[in-house]
Nanobody, 120 residues
Framework: QVQLVESGGGLVQAGGSLRLPCSASGSIFKINSMGWYRQAPGKQRELVASITSSATTNYADAVKGRFTISRDNAKNTVDLQMNSLKPEDTAVYYC??????????????WGKGTLVTVSS
């Protein structure tokens, strides 16, 4: 079994910054893609940013130039640095990973989410 734990959410004023770390633990052999998604009230969950095992990144247009995703393969962690936050960034942010377990099964895992609230 694999568990993902996010942290770092909270309340911040518009223009401020937050960093969201996510750590994976359990029966991990390898982690392929890692990503951050978000879901605002009344909206569908959407991709914010992703990073492959070779560090190729992809960002939603709404966050390009403001958010940066990074990973530490040795520690099985992925971070989302969020700068110049806007009220429309308010959402629950979820960590997501494509994991190869020690039993060589490929599964996709989600964290429980962390709330980010940006006040105007």
């Amino acid at each position: 079994q694999v568990q993902l734990v996010e942290s770092g959410g909270g309340l911040v004023q518009a223009g401020g910054s937050l960093r969201l770390p996510c750590s994976a633990s359990g029966s991990i052999f390898k982690i392929n893609s890692m990503g951050w998604y978000r879901q605002a009230p009344g909206k569908q969950r959407e991709l914010v940013a992703s990073i492959t095992s070779s560090a190729t990144t992809n960002y939603a247009d709404a966050v390009k130039g403001r958010f940066t995703i990074s990973r530490d393969n040795a520690k099985n962690t992925v971070d989302l640095q969020m700068n110049s936050l806007k009220p429309e960034d308010t959402a629950v942010y979820y960590c997501n990973m494509d994991v190869i377990t020690t039993g060589y099964y490929a599964n996709n895992y989600w964290g429980k989410g962390t709330l980010v609230t940006v006040s105007s």
